[in-house]
């Protein structure tokens, strides 16, 4: 009997015996899908494995939402819902008592009896915010304050200088920094 090298040659020389030069191309081409559909079958194997695993993530995911979720419900006394916390009540009460205080020495300063009056000495700001911001009940956005000081004053005392160059107790830079931690 003959040896498996023998055959292997007699095989391939087979193999190598072409009709044409299409028949030889065609016969690689088809190796190349061959070899392509074996890669592909393995590649989706692989992408049921990930699909597999991702769907298990998903539960445990979705499991631990649901836990988290029934910890929060027991643990929130007063039914806050998700998102910015709450102020502190001292926070607030100290921002609104400051912000009255600084409006005082302003129209003092200013020499102003009304918040209509020192609307109309700084550009930029509203009557209804002055009042709330004297009587204490409104603290400014932080952003909206930081605006009004680099704003130019219209009066004959201060004309052209900036609202946060006023001589004020407490000063704005302070405010400001009292209402960002608030």
């Given at each position: 009997m003959k040896d498996i090298r023998y055959?292997?040659?007699?095989?391939r020389s087979a193999d190598g015996m072409?009709?044409?030069?299409?028949?030889?191309?065609?016969?690689?081409?088809?190796r190349d899908i061959d070899v392509s559909r074996r890669k592909i079958d393995e590649l989706q194997k692989i992408i049921e494995k990930q699909k597999e695993q991702i769907q298990r993530v998903e539960l445990t995911i979705r499991e631990?939402?649901?836990?988290?979720?029934?910890?929060r419900a027991l643990n929130n006394d007063d039914n806050q819902k998700p998102g910015r916390p709450k102020k502190p009540p001292e926070r607030q009460e100290a921002a609104l008592r400051f912000t009255s205080?600084?409006?005082k020495p302003l129209m003092s300063a200013l020499n102003v009896k009304s918040c209509a009056q020192l609307e109309n000495i700084n550009d930029g700001s509203g009557q209804r915010n002055w009042r709330r911001w004297l009587n204490g009940e409104r603290v400014p956005i932080a952003t909206h304050l930081m605006a009004l000081a680099h704003t130019k004053i219209r009066h004959e005392n201060y004309k052209d200088k900036l609202l946060e160059e006023l001589p004020t107790k407490p000063c704005l830079a302070d405010l400001l920094s009292l209402i960002n931690l608030t």
């Amino acid at each position: 009997m003959k040896d498996i090298r023998y055959w292997l040659e007699e095989f391939r020389s087979a193999d190598g015996m072409w009709a044409s030069e299409f028949e030889m191309d065609t016969w690689y081409a088809q190796r190349d899908i061959d070899v392509s559909r074996r890669k592909i079958d393995e590649l989706q194997k692989i992408i049921e494995k990930q699909k597999e695993q991702i769907q298990r993530v998903e539960l445990t995911i979705r499991e631990i939402k649901r836990r988290e979720a029934a910890a929060r419900a027991l643990n929130n006394d007063d039914n806050q819902k998700p998102g910015r916390p709450k102020k502190p009540p001292e926070r607030q009460e100290a921002a609104l008592r400051f912000t009255s205080q600084w409006v005082k020495p302003l129209m003092s300063a200013l020499n102003v009896k009304s918040c209509a009056q020192l609307e109309n000495i700084n550009d930029g700001s509203g009557q209804r915010n002055w009042r709330r911001w004297l009587n204490g009940e409104r603290v400014p956005i932080a952003t909206h304050l930081m605006a009004l000081a680099h704003t130019k004053i219209r009066h004959e005392n201060y004309k052209d200088k900036l609202l946060e160059e006023l001589p004020t107790k407490p000063c704005l830079a302070d405010l400001l920094s009292l209402i960002n931690l608030t």
